[in-house]
T-cell receptor
Framework: AQSVTQLGSHVSVSEGALVLLRCNYS??????LFWYVQYPNQGLQLLLK??????LVKGINGFEAEFKKSETSFHLTKPSAHMSDAAEYFC??????????????FGKGTHLIIQP | DVKVTQSSRYLVKRTGEKVFLECVQD?????MFWYRQDPGLGLRLIYF???????EKGDIPEGYSVSREKKERFSLILESASTNQTSMYLC????????????FGPGTRLTVT
């Protein structure tokens, strides 16, 4: 079974500073990896996803993530934090292997706090 | 834009009641999902469906059932609600086969007293 670990339930950065949210996964097969964001009182919105191909994935709102198979990691970064980035961020994995759909396994989430 | 709507934002029910949570999507997606979200636990998959009348158990199906009679509608049923089912419930949908983006509804916060 797959699992996802997000290091740090809360991360605080200053406005304009680098954002780094960590995600490690365990999987016996090549995974599909996702980052979702949840703003207060809203559902989840996809930031970016990795399926195959280029290991550096660019998403919306200036975020990007790099798939590192050797480290089983998929960390999320943004060069310069903005106040509007304050939200809950979830890393997720799917071990889809064909056929119908597959649900996602989510990490426990990281609450990103932006200090003015 | 894909729209996933859930019948209620907030719901309060008593222990032992039968509870229906409804989810509707308007983009003709084949796949629909139910998750519950709890603080410190993230989202956990309850059930999903890849076609009308088809369902698959997720990671935590105990105490829940689902119904999908029409492609656009996916219902989560708590046969006899218990206090440990107090949670935020999120519905999602996605297109076709493969690993496609899941679009989420705003959630239903269910309190069982």
């Amino acid at each position: 079974a797959q699992s996802v670990t997000q290091l740090g339930s809360h991360v605080s950065v200053s406005e304009g500073a680098l954002v780094l949210l960590r995600c490690n996964y365990s999987s016996s097969v090549p995974p599909y990896l996702f980052w979702y964001v949840q703003y207060p009182n809203q559902g989840l919105q996809l930031l970016l996803k990795y399926t195959t191909g280029a290991t550096l994935v660019k998403g919306i709102n200036g975020f990007e993530a790099e798939f590192k198979k050797s480290e089983t990691s998929f960390h999320l970064t943004k060069p310069s934090a903005h106040m509007s980035d304050a939200a809950e961020y979830f890393c997720a994995v799917s071990l889809y292997s064909g056929g119908g759909a597959d649900g996602l396994t989510f990490g426990k989430g990281t609450h990103l706090i932006i200090q003015p | 834009d894909v729209k996933v709507t859930q019948s209620s934002r907030y719901l309060v029910k008593r222990t032992g009641e039968k509870v229906f949570l409804e989810c509707v999507q308007d983009m003709d997606h084949e796949n629909m999902f139910w998750y519950r979200q709890d603080p410190g636990l993230g989202l956990r998959l309850i059930y999903f469906s890849y076609d009308v009348k088809m369902k698959e158990k997720g990671d935590i199906p105990e105490g829940y059932s689902v119904s999908r009679e029409k492609k656009e509608r996916f219902s989560l049923i708590l046969e006899s609600a218990s206090t440990n089912q107090t949670s935020m419930y999120l519905c999602a949908s996605s297109l076709g086969t493969g690993v496609n983006e899941q679009y989420f509804g705003p959630g239903t916060r269910l309190t069982v007293t």
